[in-house]
């Protein structure tokens, strides 16, 4: 089985800055794709950035300039810091990884997801 384990959300006031972290456990024996999403109250859940294994990162356009991705591939983690955050970016953020497992199957998890909420 694997895990994703997401942490550092919570209330911030616009304009300030927050780091989520994934940590990946379990069974695991190589992750190709992580990734963050967030789903705000009646809205589609859409992807925020994408860190895959090519390196090449992308970000959804509202968030260009703002937002970063980065990952430690040793320890199974995937970040995302935040700065200059905007009532809009309130969502919940989940992490997404494409994960090869111990029997070799590929398959895609979900974190729990964590609270962002930018208010004043």
């Known amino acids: 089985q694997v895990q994703l384990v997401e942490s550092g959300g919570g209330l911030v006031q616009p304009g300030g800055s927050l780091r989520l972290s994934c940590v990946a456990s379990?069974?695991?024996?190589?992750?190709?794709?992580m990734g963050w999403y967030r789903q705000a109250p009646g809205k589609e859940r859409e992807l925020v950035a994408a860190?895959?294994?090519?390196?090449?990162?992308n970000y959804a356009d509202s968030v260009k300039g703002r937002f970063t991705i980065s990952r430690d591939i040793a320890k199974n983690t995937v970040y995302l810091q935040m700065d200059s955050l905007k009532p809009e970016d309130s969502a919940v953020y989940y992490c997404?990884?494409?994960?090869?497992?111990?029997?070799?199957?590929?398959?895609?998890?979900w974190g729990q997801g964590t609270q962002v909420t930018v208010s004043s």
């Open positions: 997404f990884a494409t994960v090869q497992g111990t029997g070799r199957l590929i398959q895609g998890h």
């Open positions: 860190f895959p294994s090519s390196g090449v990162t």
């Open positions: 379990g069974s695991i024996f190589s992750i190709y794709f």
